[in-house]
């Protein structure tokens, strides 16, 4: 049988219900089929537990991976409100998922956990979904200590930008700090892509002092002075809102030694004494350049994005889209909301079911000659699934 997927979703007052009822509206969907795994994705504002009771309710033996987020996404568009619940099914597609609660403190010892994990397993993985807490763990330490053979891909659990909280989902498990994954095996293939749309405009800093997930100076100064002079506001309203977390679209660049694009890497939030917080490591003495994009463009990068996971899905039928993007995207399209779903939609076609969120951080595989998994900002990710030929 080929890979099935359905899609449904609920708006409700009670987290319980809202569940429940986007699980039954998705088992109808998919008919008398039975699901290999199901993918939650729900408003942060709802209360976790009781949203995953109410999917277990219908789904209670169905490995189930989730997280949380500003807003979700689905073939209809962007709804911040409802509850997603996206099934996917097929003969010999299996699933099983694990909960690393220690990633918020380790990191990369989370990540040797999952190495481990699969050295048990007799057929490998052939894909690794993965979704951790944006705000409490370190995604590049997992990551790069993971190796490129994995075919990792994932996000960053988001909520509201001033909110520090975010809740991850593994089976009944759910909560904080974690990273939840789920293993995938099976006759499946993932084709996966990823593109974003900002650009450096000339303007250049050289990062002075950083101290972990915090950049202190650029050029000497408060960051939120520098950027108070290019866009004219006081450097202390930097540190309320809205432009204390709108920061995220005007992200930096960062040159690489592997590459000839820049590393972007986006501020979460201004801080009381001009800092960015970030939620990779930046190092002193780098250079960073500004960057900024336009709706126009991130729509051009969506297109993009599903056109490189078609491409990597070879002869195989796309049935189900996860899309991954990036919170900075919700902001830049607030007048547009949904136009990267439309914008996907027109490359994978109308009959591809989606699925998907807003995240504060993006996973892929490593590119070639990459020595583990990347972790991005900014980013749409695109990621495919369709029926992989007997013959591969």
Not at 36 to 56: E, M
Not at 281 to 294: E, F, H, K, P
């Amino acid at each position: 049988m080929s890979i099935l997927a359905a899609v449904g979703q609920a708006h409700a007052t009670d987290p319980r219900e809202a569940g429940m009822r986007a699980a039954n509206l998705a088992l109808n969907d998919l008919g008398n089929v039975v699901p290999s795994l199901g993918i939650v994705i729900a408003p942060y504002r709802l209360d976790a537990q009781l949203v995953i009771n109410g999917v277990t309710s219908l789904l209670s033996n169905v490995p189930l991976i989730g997280f949380s987020t500003f807003a979700g996404l689905t073939h209809d568009g962007q709804t911040q409100q409802a509850v997603i619940v996206a099934l996917l099914a097929g003969d010999e597609l299996q699933a099983e998922t694990h909960w690393f609660s220690g990633y918020s403190q380790a990191s990369g010892e989370a990540a040797l956990r999952l190495k481990q994990l699969l050295g048990y397993e007799q057929k490998p993985a052939q894909g690794i979904l993965a979704f951790g807490d944006g705000l409490n763990g370190n995604a590049e330490e997992f990551c790069s200590a993971l190796s490129a053979a994995l075919p990792l891909v994932g996000g960053l659990a988001s909520a509201d930008p001033q909110s520090h909280q975010s809740y991850q989902i593994a089976g009944a498990q759910t909560g904080s700090g974690a990273m939840a994954t789920a293993f995938l095996r099976g006759n499946f293939k993932m084709g996966i892509g990823a593109s974003h749309g900002w650009e450096p405009i000339g303007a250049h800093f050289r990062v002075t002092r950083s101290r972990g997930f915090w950049l202190r100076t650029l050029d000497g100064k408060p960051a939120s002075e520098t950027y108070a002079q290019l866009f004219g506001h006081p450097a202390r309203e930097w540190a309320f809102p809205p432009l204390n977390y709108t920061t995220r679209i005007y992200p930096l660049g960062f040159e690489q030694s592997n590459s000839s694009e820049l590393l972007v890497r986006s501020p979460l939030r201004i801080e009381a004494d001009g800092s960015f917080r970030m939620n990779a490591n930046i190092r002193d003495g780098s250079d960073g350049y500004l960057m900024m994009s336009s709706p126009n463009s991130c729509e051009q990068s969506a297109r993009t994005a599903a056109a490189n996971a078609l491409a990597a899905l070879g002869e195989a039928k796309p049935e189900f889209a996860l899309v991954l993007v990036d919170l900075s995207w919700a902001m830049l399209l607030q007048a547009n909301p949904g136009a990267e779903i439309r914008a996907i939609r027109e490359v994978l076609g109308q009959n591809v079911k989606v699925a998907g969120g807003y995240t504060i951080g993006q996973m892929i595989p490593a590119g070639q000659d990459q020595s583990h998994p990347q972790f991005l900002n900014q980013h749409i990710v695109v990621t495919v699934f369709g029926t992989a030929d007997q013959s591969e």
